[in-house]
């Protein structure tokens, strides 16, 4: 079946710090989502991506559509302490139709 | 900011017991799914729903049930709850048209069955 695959699995940064991760498949998709979980709750979407290419903020975040459709990736600038969670990746393929698929997550934690 | 509720949010049970997790959304929409998350992991879709009386199983077997009499409750059941269930269970929505596949979760049900 269609998987995500998501690096790192872990991270722990240095307040102020820069922060990349990305989402990797085998397989074509049409839509990208990123979303952040904070223990004990529900995830929160962050950022929706639907064109290959589509690069998208919103604040301190900022996502990208890769090019082979294949991909994605989130960055984050001047980590703060209540970025800490896990952020999940999720998207949908032409096959998949109405389901949305979720990565395994990368988990960040911030040093003050 | 997204209106889904789920409530309880914490239940400890005895194994055996009925129980019944409760989602609901003031957001008018059509799709509603519930997903199984253990702490730190993954989410599996276990139910979802393409409106009132539609209900299809996920990717994850569950035996749990669900319903849909009405859009803005999508109520999970477990008949005979037993320790193999004791997981966070989330609930979510997502419109039909415009951003259909953009999913509001509620703050989940953290259940244990001892």
């Known amino acids: 079946g269609q998987q995500l695959n998501q690096s790192p699995q872990s991270m722990f940064i240095q307040e102020g710090e820069d922060v990349s991760m990305n989402c990797t498949s085998s397989?074509?998709?049409?839509?990208w989502l990123w979303y952040k979980q904070d223990p004990g709750e529900g995830p929160v979407l962050l950022i929706a991506?639907?064109?290959?290419?589509e690069l998208t903020s919103n604040g301190r975040l900022t996502a990208q559509f890769g090019i082979t459709r294949k991909d994605s990736f989130l960055n984050i600038s001047a980590s703060i302490p209540s970025d800490v969670g896990i952020y999940f990746c999720?998207?949908?393929?032409?096959?998949?139709?109405?389901?949305?698929?979720f990565g395994p997550g990368t988990s960040l934690s911030v040093i003050p | 900011e997204a209106d889904i509720y789920q409530t309880p949010r914490y239940l400890v049970i005895g194994t055996g017991k009925k129980i019944t997790l409760e989602c609901s959304q003031t957001?008018?929409?059509?799709?509603m799914y519930w997903y199984q998350q253990d702490p730190g992991m993954e989410l599996h879709l276990i139910h979802y729903?393409?409106?009132?009386?539609?209900?299809e199983k996920g990717d994850l077997s569950s035996e749990s049930t669900v319903s849909r009499i009405r859009t803005e409750h999508f109520p999970l059941t477990l008949e005979s709850a037993r320790p193999s269930h004791t997981s966070q269970y989330l609930c979510?929505?997502?419109?039909?048209?415009?951003?259909?596949?953009?999913?509001?979760f509620g703050p989940g049900t953290r259940l244990t069955v001892t």
């Open positions: 397989s074509i998709f049409n839509t």
């Open positions: 979510a929505s997502s419109p039909t048209r415009d951003r259909a596949y953009e999913q509001y």
């Open positions: 957001m008018g929409h059509d799709k």
């Open positions: 991506l639907y064109k290959a290419g």
């Open positions: 729903s393409y409106g009132v009386n539609s209900t």
């Open positions: 999720a998207g949908r393929t032409k096959t998949s139709y109405d389901k949305v698929i």
